[in-house]
């Protein structure tokens, strides 16, 4: 008996009912090409075949339902394209009529009047009156029930392959045949039998009949379980394998001492206490400081979370053991605030701090390009500007990136290429939470650290949602506020598309503000993108500077703004932006001391999405909550970071559902990778086959590959 993996590996050509022109249909309409491909082409429903519908009680509907009866009538009407074969079928509480337009006058020789059937499909309505169009129809004596599948399985198929008689009942007969021809071979089970034992899962032959023919919702259930367990925990292992072996290929300076820099600023400088996520991702950063091995590590944490001193702490390790560390961030405005925080956070002691960018100009420029490629530079801060040519460092030992938006670590460590001789250690910091199921699988090869606590005493930001009919009370909030000190953000949105009349929009906006906050009592700022830098950059300090009581905006505040002062965030349009936008920018205020609001103006009419998004940010302050209904509602392939790095198709598994089943593989996979890591023992051998021509086949990741 054959019992290899290879059976998978069949062409789909040798399947009995295959020919040659079918085979090329399955492969270009459906990626159908071996034996493997079709036993993983699932069925994405399944229709009960155990529930029969009285004709009485019929209703349009988009799923198709089973009725028993016998055929009335059954006539040729019309001529040419017109032509179609008409049948009456009759159960005990009525009648339906059934309509047939292709095969027409085959299937009046077939079909026979006064015979009991099955029939199903779907129900519609044709001038008044409900019908079923090309039903399936069965005889009620030739239903053998122990043959046909009490759940019948409905698969993804084609308009062409419908044509070519490839729809789901001749799907269905060829899954049939495949697994009659295979349960003559013994098919190779690809996890260990303590695996299989321990969560009680049918064998995988077992699991791929039950999942195509299933009897009962239970067998449904565990052929479902077991395979996406297995879809999960390949997937973890070999990303888990790919994460080793790069750490083991990529050496990195090793940062073993901790010294005059870190203690002096630890023991003089910190004007807090460290919250225990802080001080537990200082504790992961040092670890990999030490192995020798490149750092490539992503530190998540919401808004407030306090990265910025995190990454402060690392610098000061890389500064202890000689080497000099630099900061980048995505805009100017962000960088400058990273400077000045950080020259704060450093002062009297002796560590050098200088700011680039692209504002750096002629001699300044000339002269810290010098001092930085003599080391007198300890840490520099900037935007983009660090990694463009003419920037030379003494030697580089951390280069940290502050993303407000997630891009692969990988992508960012490819940006510092000049090796001298090795990579700088890499640290990435996004204040955009990913999902814990996305980030195992976007970013599973990665290490990940995560601030999930916020400093104490942050009062939490109200928010409240508005329609049109509550601007004036909005107005009337902000002058309160105001008049108490404060500052206040309105943000409008700016998409591409539309940009003149969003700009418009922001016009008309600020303009209504000027009536009813007037000058010289009141001042507003405005920021958009099609203003020129300087003009941005003095409109924002006025705001910074408090000289002004309102700013009015595009979300290019979104990035990185501190103005602690500002406690009320007011977003037109709030059905236009997305949750992690929205949540960003809620993030601007709550800053200082005092109770900070956001206030989400919509108009009144919104779709089921919208008030789903607008529900979530009211409900919650929380940016991994707010990602986890971010997935929710668009999906894993939607969310941003994910569509950098490329789809992961799952033939079974859900991101959004499946998160638990993740959570166990990943534990499993990495427990078996730490004690066995080449699966050498005899009771991984399993894997260690199935994983040979799995490896290859991971489709649709270019870094896995
Ligand atoms: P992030 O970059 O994560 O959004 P920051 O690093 O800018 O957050 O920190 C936000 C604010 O919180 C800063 O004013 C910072 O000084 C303060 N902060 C950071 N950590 C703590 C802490 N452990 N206790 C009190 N305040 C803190
Ligand atoms: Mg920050």
């Not at 040729?76 to 059934?98: M, N």
């Not at 053991?321 to 704060?344: D, K, R, V, W």
Request: aromatic share 8%; glycine share 8%; proline share 4%.
């Amino acid at each position: 008996m054959k019992k290899t993996e290879d059976i998978f590996e069949t062409p789909i050509d040798f399947l009995k009912g295959v020919g040659p022109t079918r085979a090329s249909q399955l492969k270009k309409e459906i990626g159908v090409h071996t034996f493997g491909d079709l036993l993983t082409h699932f069925p994405f429903r399944y229709v009960d075949k155990t529930q029969f519908h009285k004709i009485r009680g019929l209703q349009e509907s988009n799923n198709g339902v089973q009725i028993k009866g016998i055929l009335r009538r059954l006539e040729l009407i019309g001529e040419g394209r017109k032509k179609r074969l008409v049948g009456r079928f009759r159960d005990e509480t009525g009648s339906i009529e059934l309509v047939w337009f292709k095969g027409a006058t085959y299937l009046q020789k077939t079909l026979k009047v006064g015979v009991e059937y099955i029939a199903y499909g779907k129900v519609t309505r044709f001038s008044k009156k409900l019908n079923i169009a090309h039903p399936e129809m069965e005889l009620v004596v030739e239903r053998n029930l122990v043959d046909v599948a009490t759940l019948a399985p409905v698969y993804p198929s084609t308009e062409l392959l419908n044509k070519k008689g490839l729809d789901a009942k001749g799907i269905r007969r060829l899954t049939k045949a495949l697994l009659e021809e295979l349960s003559k071979v013994n098919i190779p089970e690809n996890l260990p039998d303590y695996i299989v034992n321990k969560f009680r899962f049918p064998s995988r032959f077992e699991a791929l009949k039950m999942i195509h023919f299933p009897k009962t919702q239970k067998e449904l259930q565990a052929a479902r379980n077991r395979l996406k367990f297995e879809e999960l925990f390949f997937l973890q292992l070999r990303l888990l394998q790919l994460k080793k072996n790069r750490k083991d290929a990529l050496r990195g300076y090793v940062f073993d001492k901790i010294g005059a820099y870190f203690n002096n600023f630890y023991q003089k400088n910190l004007p807090f206490e460290l919250t225990g996520a802080q001080k537990r991702v200082v504790k992961e950063i040092r670890k990999d400081l030490r192995t020798g091995k490149q750092m490539n590590r992503l530190l998540q944490g919401d808004v407030g979370s306090g990265k910025t001193i995190v990454g402060l702490m690392a610098m000061l390790i890389a500064l202890d053991n000689g080497f000099q560390a630099c900061l980048m961030a995505p805009t100017e405005i962000l960088a400058q605030q990273h400077y000045n925080s950080i020259q704060n956070y450093v002062k009297g002691l002796a560590v050098r701090v200088a700011f680039l960018s692209g504002s750096v100009k002629g001699k300044k420029r000339k002269e810290l390009l010098r001092l930085l490629e003599l080391g007198e530079i300890h840490i520099i801060v900037g935007t983009h500007a660090l990694i463009e040519d003419p920037v030379k460092f003494h030697n580089l030992g951390l280069a940290i990136t502050d993303e407000q938006h997630r891009f692969g670590v990988v992508q960012r460590s490819k940006l510092w290429k000049k090796a001298n001789p090795l990579m700088p250690h890499i640290l990435v910091m996004t204040a955009t939470p990913i999902p814990r199921t996305l980030s195992m699988t976007y970013y599973g090869d990665l290490d990940i650290s995560v601030i999930d606590e916020l400093p104490p005493g942050r009062k939490e930001i109200k928010t409240l949602h508005k329609t049109e009919s509550g601007r004036l009370r909005v107005i009337g909030f902000m002058r309160e506020e105001i008049a108490k000190g404060r500052q206040v953000y309105v943000v409008y949105p700016l998409i591409e598309e539309s940009e003149t009349l969003d700009l418009l929009n922001l016009e008309q906006g600020y303009e209504t503000l000027q009536r009813e906050f007037p000058p010289p009592e009141f001042q507003i700022s405005v920021v958009h993108g099609r203003m020129k830098p300087a003009d941005k950059e003095f409109e924002m300090q006025r705001f910074v500077k408090g000289q002004t009581q309102i700013m009015v905006a595009t979300t290019v505040i979104e990035v990185g703004v501190n103005v602690p002062n500002a406690s009320v965030m007011i977003i037109e349009n709030t059905e236009r932006f997305g949750l992690s936008q929205l949540h960003q920018l809620r993030g601007r205020v709550g800053r200082g001391a005092e109770q900070s609001y956001c206030i989400l103006l919509s108009s009144y009419k919104l779709t089921q999405e919208a008030k789903e998004r607008i529900q979530t940010m009211v409900g919650t302050n929380d940016g991994f909550k707010i990602a986890e209904a971010d997935l929710r509602l668009r999906g894993p392939g939607n969310m941003e970071g994910t569509q950098q790095s490329g789809m992961i198709s799952f033939k079974i598994a859900d991101l959004v559902k499946d998160g638990r089943i993740l959570q166990t593989a990943r534990e499993i996979a990495h427990r078996i990778l730490d004690d066995d890591f080449h699966l050498e023992r005899s009771e991984h051998l399993p894997i260690k086959k199935f994983m040979l021509t799995y490896a290859k086949k991971i489709k649709g990741w270019g870094r896995i590959s």
